[in-house]
């Protein structure tokens, strides 16, 4: 049985998402839905409506961050990609073949937590699904 409910972002770290928003929406016709900063990790999220899913836009805004490494590294692009999950501690237990994890992230008020291992070459996240606000609310570029 499938733990997961939906692909709910594909996350592309970014040096600056002002400008990576500008240009999406320029090229893709995307439309920021959402935006917030945290604290743990300190970055800035913003998120593309893509119809049945988002685009999510992570800049770090501290110099010393994961996500800081990880573009100096790298370079812009895909960082991740997050499914929404009905359980998110089971989820990711069940997906990487190990214990809960201890502490859960938040984006868009959502418990959130990256599965350990990357699976084929990829790093993985799961995010709380929502029937109301992911199915029932979300009216996605698609409707129009």
């Known amino acids: ?24 929406g320029d090229r893709l016709g995307l439309q920021a839905v959402h935006r ?7 970055v800035r999220l913003t998120y593309l409506d ?12 501290d110099e010393e961050s994961e996500v800081a490494r990880w573009l100096a590294e790298h370079g812009e692009g895909i960082h991740h990609v997050c499914f929404g999950v009905d359980d998110v501690a089971e989820a ?8 809960r994890p201890e ?4 984006g868009r008020g959502r418990p959130s ?14 995010t ?5 606000d ?5 009216a996605g570029r698609l409707q129009d």
Request: charged content about 25%; hydrophobic content about 45%.
């Open 1 to 24: 049985m499938s733990v997961v409910r939906r692909l709910d972002h594909v996350a592309l770290a970014v040096r600056d998402s002002v400008r990576a928003a500008a240009e999406l």
């Open 36 to 42: 917030e900063d945290l604290t743990q990790p300190h």
């Open 50 to 61: 893509a119809g049945n899913g988002f685009i999510q836009l992570v800049e770090p805004l």
């Open 92 to 99: 990711v237990a069940q997906i990487g073949g190990g214990p």
């Open 103 to 106: 502490r859960l992230g938040s």
């Open 113 to 126: 937590a990256f599965v350990p291992d990357l699976i084929c070459g990829m790093r993985v996240e799961c």
């Open 128 to 132: 709380r699904f929502s029937q109301r």
């Open 134 to 138: 992911d199915v029932e609310r979300s």
